[in-house]
């Protein structure tokens, strides 16, 4: 079921929850988005106390954390606020068992957004400790001769027919099928948080050779992958037989979403109601980390450390700083040994953007989508990269027309994140999610089973 998003109103604040975004006498400030998280269960909390245990868990989940991350956050947030830790107005610190917010909250609707009902348990104390429900199971996709001729003959290695793509299913029941596909080097436990809050039968396959544990892993194209997920995707549709199917993609996986849905000309394409683009690329200037990982090589390790610092460096904030570093330390570390898999993704992302300068590849995918899912959102993070590719995109559509007559301003969405990593928040996939079901249900006046 869906409920409303919240604005929250105190002193001379607002506290957006919807955009991720807080205001003060019309001027947006930054938040970096863990501390807004905490911001948000405290809204939704007022006067009680929270303990600091249910405040971690809420907003960092399983990561390795310790009790100074939410120090740190609430810290950012007095400073942000004004707030004075000794006579606070605000946040109040009960000495070795949690905080509570002080001041008083007026809540107003935003009646433009829609937000989960696991989203708003996760919002809830003392509920917090049950926003965990959905169990998931893992389930393998056949990577039968049938499958593999489709693939590329000349790079086939014949290891992997018969072997499986390994996918996670949240066994909800729902006439809703929302996948999910992950970044560069990621795999589906990134979508845990996600799929475990999913009000919607939730599926995340990882792409193959990109499994936590596995061994001599072999690296395929990402126009094999694609092959491989559409396969995918026909038999899930046979099997669950959904009357909407929700597409999510994050970085590499909403490229990879993108290329889906095109397909080959020659081929119908899986049925895709709502796709949900995170961040995907818009030019060369965005494939900031694929460029770097594409070229690492175990035999210049000078060179390759070189690179990842100035990777890690280019972070706008602390939070991004260490969400890149947590990044690059996971997939380093997954595929140490077997760094060509990785290579070989890196170097299909960035590829198309070098041979097609400019636009040009994100502009064939927009316009492509448009045409064949009904429902599109892109989302794209308030990095400044991004926002200046994002800039230079308006102005070539606004000369050119690239995208078409005006540009989307309802379909391209900038976060109020300024975090790439950020716009993986559980809370706001299943929002964006919520809507996009809601959305497609309004345009097909479907009338199923609440969700």
């Known amino acids: 079921m869906a409920g409303k998003c919240i ?23 930054a938040v970096e988005p863990k501390a807004f998280r ?7 909390n007022p006067r009680k106390l929270i303990p600091k245990e249910e405040l971690l868990n809420a907003v960092w989940g399983d990561a390795a954390v310790t009790e100074n991350s939410l120090t740190r956050a609430i810290a950012l947030l007095r400073k942000l606020l004004g707030d004075d830790a000794r006579e606070p ?72 027919i018969g072997d499986r793509l390994r996918y996670v299913d949240n066994q909800v029941e729902s006439d809703v099928l929302v996948f999910f596909l992950h970044g560069l080097g990621l795999d589906h436990g990134d979508f845990e948080p996600i799929l475990k809050r999913l009000a919607y039968r939730g599926l995340s396959p990882t792409l193959y050779g990109c499994e936590p544990d596995r061994r001599r892993r072999i690296p395929l194209s990402l126009a094999d992958h694609v092959v491989i997920l559409r396969e995918w995707l026909w038999e899930i549709s046979e099997q669950f037989q959904p009357a909407i199917i929700v597409m999510v993609g994050f970085s590499l996986g909403a490229d990879m979403g993108f290329e889906l849905l095109l397909g080959p000309a020659d081929e119908p394409a899986p049925r895709i109601d709502a796709f949900l683009s995170l ?87 927009f316009k492509g989508a448009r045409e064949r899912v009904p429902t599109l959102r892109l989302v794209i993070s308030n990095d400044s990269c991004y926002q200046a590719a994002l800039a230079d995109l308006k102005l070539q559509n606004l000369d050119n027309g690239i995208l078409g007559e005006e540009f989307p301003e ?28 809601a959305e497609t249900r309004k345009r097909r006046n479907l009338t199923g089973k609440p969700d």
């Open 89 to 160: 107005k605000f946040i109040e610190t009960v000495t070795t068992v949690g905080y509570r917010w002080l001041c008083a909250v007026e809540q107003m609707e935003d009646p433009a957004a829609v937000s989960t009902t696991a989203e708003a348990a996760a919002l809830a104390i003392p509920s917090l400790g049950a926003e965990i429900t959905n169990q998931l199971i893992e389930h393998q996709f056949t990577l039968t001769e049938r499958v593999c001729r489709k693939l590329d003959r000349a790079t086939l290695d014949p290891r992997i």
């Open 279 to 365: 961040e995907c690329n818009l030019s060369l200037d965005t494939c900031f980390a694929s460029r770097v990982l594409a070229g690492i090589s175990p035999d210049r390790p000078e060179v390759s450390i070189a690179d990842l610092k100035r990777l890690g460096d280019s972070a706008a904030s602390l939070e991004d700083w260490l969400n890149m570093q947590d990044y690059l330390v996971k997939v380093l570390r997954k595929f140490q040994g077997d760094i060509g898999v990785l290579q070989r993704a890196a170097t299909d992302i960035v590829r198309p953007f070098i041979e097609n300068p400019g636009f040009e590849v994100f502009a064939r995918w």
């Open 7 to 29: 604005i929250f109103k105190f002193a001379d604040f607002e506290a957006h929850e919807r955009e991720f975004s807080l205001v003060r006498a019309g001027e947006t400030l």
């Open 38 to 44: 905490v911001l948000l269960i405290l809204l939704h």
């Open 410 to 437: 309802d379909i391209i969405i900038v976060s109020g994140s300024p975090d790439h990593f950020g716009l993986m928040a559980a809370q706001h996939v299943l929002r964006q999610v919520d809507e996009l079901v």
